[in-house]
């Protein structure tokens, strides 16, 4: 074996052991509650605004791109899903971090294009960042309903959230992991159920 070569295979099965477990025990109702929770958006013309912190923002934005491009133009003949990510614009999120404070950037954001009925999903790993429960709080308080996508126990975003999913695992990587998945997994329910009822008609 070449010098400094290192077998690390048991802790790679170990990784994707954990990433196995936390798979297994999602709770089906609440991604079917999720699901049901969009597709009402999507029907009703209602925007549907997501935001997260670093690995979660990346997830945000993927959402934004699976449900606007992958589901809407898969589907000519359904209403398009009208997603936003509050943390897409850079120079609109350091304004507001700069000016105001980075608590409040997403809710700032989120006043301008905010109507009652709108959704509101907050992705967080601990469930416990401040600017993603301010913004919740906004919607809760003004018509919206409101999702959290959590890891950890859900901390204080599963508490306030109409709806929630929680990775249940305390392990942000795995947690991260685990909302990517979630975003492919729905996208992927949504689209071939639309698929299936066009060749249904």
């Known amino acids: 074996m070449t010098a400094g070569y290192k077998n690390l295979t048991g802790q790679v099965d170990a990784y994707i052991e954990r990433v196995r477990a936390a798979l297994s025990n999602l709770d089906r109702m ?72 980075y608590e409040d950037a997403f809710l700032e954001s989120l006043k301008n294009f905010f109507n009652p009925g709108d959704v509101v999903i907050g992705i967080s790993g601990s469930g416990n960042s401040k600017n993603i429960l301010n913004a919740v709080e906004y919607a809760n308080a003004n018509g919206g309903l409101t999702i959290g996508i959590t890891g950890y126990d859900g901390g204080r975003l599963r508490e306030m959230a109409s709806l929630s999913v929680n990775a249940k695992i305390d392990d942000m990587q795995v947690s991260e992991d685990i909302h990517m998945i979630l975003d492919h997994l729905v996208m992927s329910v949504v689209r071939d159920e639309d698929l299936r009822e066009r060749n249904l008609a």
């Open 30 to 101: 609440e991604i079917n509650a999720f699901i049901n929770a969009l597709e009402r958006a999507r029907q009703a013309g209602r925007q549907i605004f997501i935001m997260g912190n670093g690995g979660s923002a990346s997830t945000a934005s993927h959402f934004v791109c699976d449900f606007n491009k992958g589901v809407s133009y898969a589907s000519p003949d359904k209403p398009r899903f009208k997603f936003i990510c509050l943390n897409d614009s850079v120079s609109q999120l350091s304004a507001y971090a700069n000016d105001v404070g």
